[in-house]
């Protein structure tokens, strides 16, 4: 019963990032997903309700992929690298949560009950960021446009290896990416 249910929400990511969500019937998830219709509706009640479900799953699978492997780092730029390449790596691997949370992240069509769940996606992300702006490693800009610029620059680098597949394979090219973020936002 629960690969029916994750088979559909595979299948509307899939059509909501290729189509939208709006110009997306039900029937079209259900013949995509080669399911009847009453078996879709057994599963969601709604499609507003796979919009959200997709929503929560997608911020879940990123904020576990951004806190990978952080103690490892020496330091605070070592830790800002890394949940950048973590970042990066987790878009890479899952180009249509990537799309469909680029899409979404900002549109009135995901519901307050499902934004609410999963608010705190970029927490540790923040506090560093916060934490780096405290101790003067970062430029003196406002706390709120560095997050804006972290924001942007994790997503074009996200979209630069997608287009570029073997990027985060080189040798030096992930670090001079980095280095083109850090050199944005650093104290120099």
């Given at each position: 019963?629960?690969?029916?249910?994750?088979?559909?929400?595979?299948?509307?990511?899939?059509?909501?990032?290729?189509?939208?969500?709006?110009?997306?019937?039900?029937?079209?998830?259900s013949k995509a997903a080669?399911?009847?219709?009453?078996?879709?509706?057994?599963?969601?009640?709604?499609?507003?309700?796979?919009?959200?479900?997709?929503?929560?799953?997608?911020?879940?699978?990123?904020?576990?992929?951004?806190?990978?492997?952080?103690?490892?780092?020496?330091?605070?730029?070592?830790?800002?690298?890394?949940?950048?390449?973590?970042?990066?790596?987790?878009?890479?691997?899952?180009?249509?949560?990537?799309?469909?949370?680029?899409?979404?992240?900002?549109?009135?069509?995901?519901?307050?009950?499902?934004?609410?769940?999963?608010?705190?996606?970029?927490?540790?992300?923040?506090?560093?960021?916060?934490?780096?702006?405290?101790?003067?490693?970062?430029a003196k800009l406002p706390?709120?446009?560095?997050?804006?610029?972290?924001?942007?620059?994790?997503?074009?680098?996200?979209?630069?290896?997608?287009?570029?597949?073997?990027?985060?394979?080189?040798?030096?090219?992930?670090?001079?990416?980095?280095?083109?973020?850090?050199?944005?936002?650093?104290?120099?």
């Open positions: 019963m629960a690969n029916k249910k994750q088979h559909i929400l595979e299948t509307s990511l899939a059509l909501f990032v290729e189509n939208a969500y709006e110009n997306t019937p039900t029937s079209a998830i080669q399911v009847a219709t009453g078996t879709l509706f057994h599963h969601f009640k709604s499609k507003q309700q796979i919009l959200d479900q997709l929503y929560i799953d997608c911020k879940q699978s990123l904020k576990t992929a951004l806190s990978s492997n952080l103690q490892t780092a020496k330091d605070s730029r070592g830790l800002l690298f890394l949940m950048w390449f973590n970042y990066v790596k987790w878009a890479t691997e899952n180009p249509n949560m990537f799309k469909f949370l680029k899409r979404y992240s900002e549109s009135t069509a995901i519901s307050v009950d499902a934004r609410a769940m999963v608010d705190n996606t970029y927490h540790e992300l923040l506090q560093l960021i916060k934490k780096s702006k405290e101790d003067e490693l970062l706390l709120e446009y560095l997050a804006m610029l972290t924001k942007l620059h994790f997503s074009t680098a996200a979209d630069y290896c997608i287009a570029h597949p073997d990027t985060l394979q080189k040798k030096k090219l992930p670090k001079r990416l980095f280095e083109a973020y850090w050199k944005a936002i650093s104290a120099k």
